[in-house]
């Protein structure tokens, strides 16, 4: 078992920068796929982003392409999302999340969540 804490979670002004970090415990980080994942209020929690195990190959939502970077650092057992150019519709809390083996955008397929940490883009 894997327990994830998520952290760098603020408040910033629409056209700023954030950087979140997720670190695993319990098991080696590179065990795992990681994914961030982020819920607003009111709506479902949605993907954002994933990455495997070696960090070799990521996947993004489309609202987000271009502007957030997955990346990980496995001996510091740590998974980041740079978030670039934020805008409000970016408020949410995020999610990391971790599966064995194979990267996923599929929210179903993660078995360890963290406990998310707020991001608020003001306009």
């Known amino acids: 078992q894997v327990q994830l804490v998520e952290s760098g979670g603020g408040w910033v002004q629409a056209g700023g920068s954030l950087r979140l970090s997720c670190t695993a415990s319990g098991r080696t980080c590179s065990d795992y796929a990681m994914g961030w994942f982020r819920q607003a209020r009111g709506k479902e929690r949605e993907f954002v982003a994933t990455?495997?195990?070696?960090?070799?190959?990521?996947d993004y939502a489309e609202s987000v392409k271009g502007r957030f970077t997955i990346s990980r650092d496995n001996s510091k057992n740590t998974v980041y999302l740079q978030m670039n150019s934020l805008s409000p519709e970016d408020t949410a809390v995020y999610y990391c999340?971790?599966?064995?083996?194979?990267?996923?955008?599929?929210?179903?397929?993660?078995?360890?969540w963290g406990q998310g940490t707020q991001v608020t883009v003001s306009s």
């Open positions: 990455i495997n195990r070696s960090g070799g190959s990521t």
């Open positions: 999340a971790a599966r064995p083996r194979i990267r996923s955008a599929m929210r179903d397929a993660y078995n360890y």
